[in-house]
């Protein structure tokens, strides 16, 4: 794991111990509003795109409650320029939405 502090934030990057790539990012938060808050963002599905590893699942979650997932049909390789992604995200219950 790989920490930094900040105040009272603080993100860890947590690493997969055989292929050293990053499993979740928690970032905790001092929210002026909520009060102290994690965000977590959960790393999936990891692809060779060109010469760059890609996670291809995110699955972002507030203090432990699931808040948004992604999975990517296609990426680019970097080293040639952006290029936006196709996602699919949720959305309501059941139904998945394409997003440029």
């Given at each position: 794991m790989l920490s930094y502090?900040?105040?009272a934030?603080?993100?860890?990057i947590?690493?997969?111990a055989k292929t050293s790539l990053p499993t979740q990012t928690d970032i905790l938060d001092d929210?002026?509003?909520?009060g102290d808050t994690s965000y977590?963002?959960?790393?999936g599905d990891w692809r060779k795109v060109g010469a760059v590893m890609t996670p291809f699942s995110l699955r972002y979650e507030i203090n432990g409650r699931p808040f948004q997932e992604e999975q990517r049909l296609h990426a680019s390789?970097?080293?040639r320029g952006a290029r936006r992604e196709k996602v699919i995200q949720?959305?309501?219950k059941?139904?998945?939405i394409e997003v440029d």
């Amino acid at each position: 794991m790989l920490s930094y502090k900040d105040g009272a934030d603080e993100l860890r990057i947590y690493l997969d111990a055989k292929t050293s790539l990053p499993t979740q990012t928690d970032i905790l938060d001092d929210d002026p509003l909520e009060g102290d808050t994690s965000y977590l963002l959960r790393y999936g599905d990891w692809r060779k795109v060109g010469a760059v590893m890609t996670p291809f699942s995110l699955r972002y979650e507030i203090n432990g409650r699931p808040f948004q997932e992604e999975q990517r049909l296609h990426a680019s390789d970097p080293r040639r320029g952006a290029r936006r992604e196709k996602v699919i995200q949720p959305m309501e219950k059941d139904g998945f939405i394409e997003v440029d």
